[in-house]
T-cell receptor, first 112, second 115 residues
């Protein structure tokens, strides 16, 4: 069935390290893809999105490219900061369904 | 501009009770969605409303119901609460662009604890 598979955490990195969080999806049609971030005790914030194949979403130094051939949308950042510590969720929505389907989340901790 | 607002922020109930959660969307957004996030998991879709009509329903029992008002705000109701209903309840609002794209923006959530 339709789903999102995210890299399992937790992930612990030192400040300025390179970050990759893998995300692959199974969906019918041509979904839009999203990364949301959740800081402790808060709701979800939209981090970036891509709506068609080969689109690259970017925000706050984070990037992800919509790869239709591998059904992936991996999140990357070249140099993480302590303030990036949060839970990151990959999600998709299809034109017909309209509701978001989320992955299970990846906890990121960045140490100074 | 104000984001999505939800009330209350926290709530404690006992089994068998009823709860009503409220959500006000971003100004101009006509669609509201509700999600349940159990600790340690990703959010699960409950309902979506657009222009006061239910547009989608997730795999939740009939104890869960919702409605949307003429000002596009929304309520989520849960009857006969169970311990397993303890979760963060998230509301998201969205609007559809001319190209048919929708992006959902989330509120801070209501944390419900059922004892």
């Amino acid at each position: 069935g339709d789903s999102v598979t995210q890299m399992e955490g937790p992930v612990t990195l030192s400040e300025e390290a390179f970050l990759t969080i893998n995300c692959t999806y199974t969906a019918t049609g041509y979904p839009s893809l999203f990364w949301y971030v959740q800081y402790p005790g808060e709701g979800l914030q939209l981090l970036l999105k891509a709506t068609k194949a080969d689109d690259k979403g970017s925000n706050k130094g984070f990037e992800a490219t919509y790869r239709k051939e591998t059904t992936s949308f991996h999140l990357e950042k070249g140099s993480v900061q302590v303030s990036d510590s949060a839970v990151y969720f990959c999600a998709w929505v299809s034109g017909s369904a309209r509701q978001l389907t989320f992955g299970s989340g990846t906890q990121l901790t960045v140490l100074p | 501009d104000a984001g999505v607002t939800q009330s209350p922020t926290h709530l404690i109930k006992t089994r068998g009770q009823h709860v009503t959660l409220r959500c006000s969307p971003i100004s101009g957004h006509k669609s509201v969605s509700w999600y349940q996030q159990v600790l340690g998991q990703g959010p699960q879709f409950i309902f979506q409303y657009y222009e006061k009509e239910e547009r989608g329903r997730g795999n939740f029992p009939d104890r869960f119901s919702a409605r949307q008002f003429p000002n596009y705000s929304s309520e989520l109701n849960v009857n006969a609460l169970l311990l397993g209903d303890s979760a963060l309840y998230l509301c998201a609002s969205s609007f559809r662009t001319g190209g048919g794209q929708e992006t959902q923006y989330f509120g801070p959530g209501t944390r419900l604890l059922v004892l």
